[in-house]
């Protein structure tokens, strides 16, 4: 056990600059205008603040498409992670009241369970005191990026099925 909180402190320090503060690993070019400003962010918690925009609208009332208040929950869910090659595997979430436009959206991730290379977020979204979004998030970190993983081995690509 001790050993194992040794390795996590170890990594712990590629993430913080020389003021101890931690430092974004993933996700660098997410558009901050579209998912959310980071207001803190520490080791498995983040809190990130969206501002409602005209590009963000469902329709001519003022309702926010619900795609912009997901994707801020998710980039939460990845920075709360802050591993350079994590992915997002599944999600369960509910959107509790509508957003509309000019609001303000605080989001706040927490990681709740590590296994392995798993990571389960669990997020929740506000505006002013009304909670508008809570969703647990299933993370797990790559090896490489996601979109670089060799998923099928050559001989499986050539022949178009698996072997058995």
């Known amino acids: 056990m001790k050993n194992e909180q040794l390795d996590d402190e170890l990594e712990l320090e590629e993430y913080r600059n020389t003021e101890n503060e931690v430092m974004i690993q ?10 959310g400003e980071v207001i803190k962010m520490e080791e498995g ?8 925009i005209p590009d963000m609208l469902a329709d001519e009332v003022g309702l926010i498409h619900g795609g912009f208040i997901f994707g801020a929950a998710d980039y939460a869910a990845m ?12 999600s369960d979430c509910q ?3 509508p957003v509309k436009l000019h609001d303000v959206v605080d989001v706040v991730a927490k990681v709740r369970h590590k296994e392995g290379r798993k990571r389960n977020v669990h ?6 005191d009304i909670k508008v979004f809570e969703g647990e998030f299933k993370t797990v970190i790559t090896d490489k990026h996601v979109l670089k993983l060799k998923l099928l081995d050559e001989e499986e690509q050539k022949s178009g099925t ?3």
């Not at 918690?45 to 409602?52: G, H, I, N």
């Not at 920075?79 to 599944?90: D, F, P, S, Y």
């Not at 997020?123 to 002013?128: D, G, H, Y």
């Open 26 to 35: 993933t996700h660098e070019k997410v558009n901050q205008n579209l998912c």
């Open 45 to 52: 918690y983040v809190e990130l603040s969206l501002e409602t």
């Open 79 to 90: 920075l709360a992670v802050n591993e350079r090659n994590v992915v997002l595997v599944a």
């Open 95 to 97: 959107f509790l009241s």
């Open 123 to 128: 997020v929740q979204a506000f505006v002013l």
């Open 162 to 164: 698996p072997e058995s």
